[in-house]
Antibody
């Protein structure tokens, strides 16, 4: 059974960089069949797609976040990571990692989510 | 890209049917058959309920169905049960490898 688990600091100061890692177990991140993505959800609000990464390292980002986001993959560790720079309180959210099947546009497996609060 | 439009709330009595709408544009919902629906219970990760407009993943009850007409997609829950009371989100491919979500609908079982 595929499992995804987010990890990283739960508190980040304004203007600093948010960093999260998603560890994949029960399957290989190096499969050519999948993209790996990040989605976030501010408290009490809706979902927002952040971006995807392929095992080769190719990436796609939400245009509204593109200037601040970097998603990378580490196939040796079966992990992929999110970096969001210059954070503000508006970036406070639960951050989910998820799997997307190549060639289609939905997420079929999700991590449990990690709350990241931006505050001094 | 703008978020897809969903009604904030919907409701129905046990056993009845309820339909939740998801309105976009010709650049997302209307332009592709890649609409998906997610169910999210409080404090939990979203769960895929419908993909590619009307397909159900294995394990999702056939009480859940999806459809699309023009720029509006719909999720219908038939035979409402108490366990269906939670939040539902739609999502659509928006071209250029972009994905956009709806604002979410809280479904209440009366």
């Amino acid at each position: 059974q595929l499992q995804l688990q987010e990890s990283g600091p739960g508190l980040v100061k304004p203007s600093e960089t948010l960093s999260l890692t998603c560890t994949v177990s029960g399957g290989s991140i190096s499969s050519s069949d999948y993209y790996w993505g990040w989605i976030r959800q501010p408290p009490g609000k809706g979902l927002e797609w952040i971006g995807n990464v392929y095992y080769s390292g190719s990436t796609y980002y939400n245009p509204s976040l593109k200037s601040r986001v970097t998603i990378s993959v580490d196939t040796s560790q079966n992990q992929f990571s999110l970096k969001l720079t210059s954070v503000t309180a508006a970036d406070t959210a639960v951050y989910y990692c998820a799997r997307r099947v190549f060639g289609v546009y939905y997420f079929d497996y999700w991590g449990q989510g990690a709350l990241v609060t931006v505050s001094s | 890209q703008s978020a897809l439009t969903q009604p904030p709330s919907a409701s129905g009595s046990p056993g009845q049917s309820v339909t939740i709408s998801c309105t976009g544009t010709s650049s997302d919902v209307g332009g592709y058959n890649y609409v998906s629906w997610y169910q999210q219970h409080p404090g939990k990760a979203p769960k895929l309920m419908i993909y590619e407009v009307s397909k159900r993943p294995s394990g999702v009850p056939d009480r859940f169905s999806g459809s699309k007409s023009g720029n509006t997609a719909s999720l219908t829950v038939s035979g409402l049960q108490a366990e269906d009371e939670t939040d539902y989100y739609c999502a659509s491919y928006a071209g250029s490898n972009n994905l956009v979500f709806g604002g979410g609908t809280k479904l209440t079982v009366l």
